[in-house]
């Protein structure tokens, strides 16, 4: 089996510098590129000096990590692609449990492993954990993270099991089946691309699994009230447009109950005089509402699938119910 491990760069030298030699020294197995989005700095000058054996493909544009992808993997033979975030430290034999499973179960199409906290290796990382699901009106947590609770690692995770989403901070597919799936969606530009296009291979048939017996460390991740407005917009966008597109069943109830609960999270914004992302959510709707029309009609053409979520509503467990940890959601889950 091909494997190829393509990190998607923007101006990200620094990061390139510090993670690049872990890479190549624990990813043997695996050809290693670097997908340049367009960069003003002088990463691709850089990796060509000091990392002479890492391919580049050089991007026209900036696309943001959906068309960027899309863009770079067409240059890219493998039977599976790893797309690898820039912040991410692997370990040793980290690619094995990944090949082997990809090896013994041909249906297996997408894989995830145990992502860590880089700045606090005993915990989750916010950006995935240890697999990630959905719930009914298109709110995403993971194993090992709901919200802002983060569990640490005791090893209740070390199994190998199906999820519903794979962090795209280290996704693993196979090209055959990104290719059916016609990649990711580029209106995305970056956030939620990746449950979006889980969504779809969860519709289409296929399955995405956790590997919890390959490690990797995460630079990245943050609790909203952290993160910039910018990603609030997209989060909050990109959910809505994904749960338009893939949902099964009436839409239209699911939605105005999401329109509902945006609205309670953007009036929290507001009472915490936190205005500019009060106004990324109300930008987010309005976009969302200016793509209704595409939604619907690609909400025509693809595929749907029973039994997409794993319980109807995370926020009323989380904030309600008080279940702040996955197993403690274990005895309700529906999926």
């Not at 599976?80 to 820039?86: H, I, K, M, P, Q």
């Not at 993270?145 to 090893?155: A, L």
């Not at 390959?214 to 966008?237: D, E, Q």
């Amino acid at each position: 089996m091909k494997l190829a491990i393509v990190i998607l760069n923007w101006n990200g030298k620094q990061l390139l510098e510090q993670f690049i030699p872990s890479i190549i020294k624990y990813s043997q197995e695996a050809d290693l590129y670097v997908a340049d989005n367009a960069s003003t700095d002088d990463s691709v000058t850089f990796l060509k000096t000091h990392f002479p054996k890492v391919q580049i493909v050089q991007n026209k544009i900036n696309g943001g990590y959906a068309k960027g992808y899309n863009d770079a993997l067409k240059h890219i033979e493998a039977d599976v692609f790893c797309l690898l975030n820039s912040d991410i430290e692997v370990t040793p034999n980290w690619l094995i449990p990944i090949v082997q499973e990809f090896q013994l179960n041909s249906n297996t199409a997408i894989i995830q492993p145990k992502i860590l906290d880089f700045n606090k290796k005993t915990h989750f990382e916010y950006a995935g954990a240890a697999g990630g699901f959905i719930d009914k009106y298109g709110y995403p947590f993971c194993r090992g993270r709901i919200f802002n609770s983060i569990e640490e690692d005791k090893g209740q995770y070390d199994d190998t099991t199906t999820v519903f989403w794979a962090s795209g901070a280290c996704f693993f597919i196979r090209k055959t089946t990104f290719e059916s799936l016609s990649g990711f969606d580029e209106s995305y530009f970056a956030h939620f691309e990746e449950i979006d296009l889980c969504w779809r291979a969860f519709n289409a048939g296929y399955i995405t699994k956790y590997v919890g017996a390959s490690t990797v460390y995460h630079v990245g991740g943050a609790t909203l009230n952290a993160i910039h407005p910018k990603k609030t917009y997209l989060n909050f966008r990109n959910s809505l447009f994904t749960i338009t597109k893939n949902a099964y069943g009436f839409l239209f109830g699911v939605i105005f109950i999401r329109l509902i609960l945006d609205g309670i999270s953007g009036l929290k914004f507001l009472i915490h005089f936190q205005f500019r992302h009060f106004l990324a959510i109300l930008k987010a709707h309005y976009s969302f509402y200016s793509n209704v029309s595409r939604l619907l009609k690609q909400r025509r053409q693809l595929p749907k699938k029973k039994n997409y979520y794993k319980t109807t509503s995370i926020v009323w467990s989380y904030f309600v119910r008080k279940r702040y940890y996955y197993q403690l959601l274990v005895n309700v889950l529906k999926f």
